[in-house]
């Protein structure tokens, strides 16, 4: 196998893969000095490429391109450039979320069967990233031939795959950034508003994770709405008004709105748990007026 696009996530593929017995033999990035150090990290005797040197790419039956979404087009039409060898039977993947396997027309058109291969993993670096990438969950779809061979290399890494239409790739990947990436930033406000509390930075992450674990952890039991706790789950409509004056007060609009928007949603679990109707009304009532909209 080989990997265009030796970041953090292609690198901790290789890794991960290296780790199941997969033949590693090139891994391309932007600069050499990049390339050389995922070949370090990733723990394996590959080729290190600059993208200035692709047309070195070794041949290789299985092809991952790991790079940034609005690169994927433009580095499929060069490896489809490429006369390296038989293309009978090679099979490429992409690992873009967004993005479907037509983006790798250029190569199908070459011969290669052309898929995708998204892992739902959240991957800060090549190390940590690869252990992430073991387990996951994977959204595989494409032709026939490729979505076979992403699946048993998922399950090579003990992960488990499913698929969605190629149409809906960029709806299935608004969920999983909101489900990481936006819980991130929620989580950065919490950390900010703590801070202006009095606590440092670092200790209000601190304080404020097994609070995040243990509501994953209740959602890991029973479905959102009696996953649900605290103000909303109660229908307390004089805290969310204290809640609402003091971010007011905190001079911190983004974190009001934040809250107003996400506490519409509460609201919404909150009645499928059977909160008092009248009481979820009244905080439908404020969080309009702290939106600035008409309650409908």
């Known amino acids: 196998m080989a990997v265009v696009g030796a970041g953090r996530l292609g690198t901790a593929l290789a890794r991960a893969l290296a780790a199941c017995g997969y033949e590693v033999r090139a891994l391309v990035a932007r600069r050499a000095g990049h390339a050389r150090r995922a070949v370090e990290l990733a723990g394996v005797k590959a080729l290190a490429l600059p993208f200035a040197r692709l047309e070195e790419l070794p041949p290789s039956e299985l092809l991952f391109i790991t790079t940034p979404d609005d690169s994927v087009a433009g580095v499929a039409e060069r490896i489809a450039a490429l006369r390296n060898g038989r293309v009978r039977g090679r099979v490429a993947l992409h690992t873009s979320g967004a993005l479907s396997s ?100 670092q200790r209000a992450r601190h304080v404020l994770l097994p609070l995040v674990g243990s509501t994953l952890e209740n959602l890991s039991r029973t479905p959102p709405e009696r996953a649900l706790t605290g103000t909303f789950a109660r229908g307390d409509a004089e805290t969310v008004r204290k809640h609402l004056v003091a971010l007011r007060g905190a ?36 969080l309009a007026e702290a939106l600035g909209i008409a309650e409908e």
């Open 102 to 201: 037509e983006v790798l027309a250029p190569l199908r058109a070459r011969g290669f069967r052309v898929g995708s291969m998204h892992p739902l993993a959240s991957v800060s670096d090549g190390v940590a990233g690869a252990e992430s990438l073991r387990r996951a969950f994977y959204c595989v779809e494409g032709d026939g031939a490729a979505v076979a061979a992403a699946r048993r290399v998922v399950r090579d890494l003990g992960g488990e795959s499913f698929s969605v239409r190629a149409e809906d790739k960029a709806l299935y990947h608004a969920a999983a950034l909101m489900a990481a990436g936006h819980t991130v930033a929620l989580f950065d406000i919490a950390a900010e508003l703590l801070a202006l509390c009095g606590l440092a930075p």
């Open 251 to 286: 001079g911190e609009p983004e974190s009001l709105l934040t809250y107003a928007l996400l506490g519409g949603r509460s609201l919404r679990l909150a009645a499928r748990a059977g909160a008092d109707a009248g009481r979820l009304k009244e905080i439908a009532r404020l």
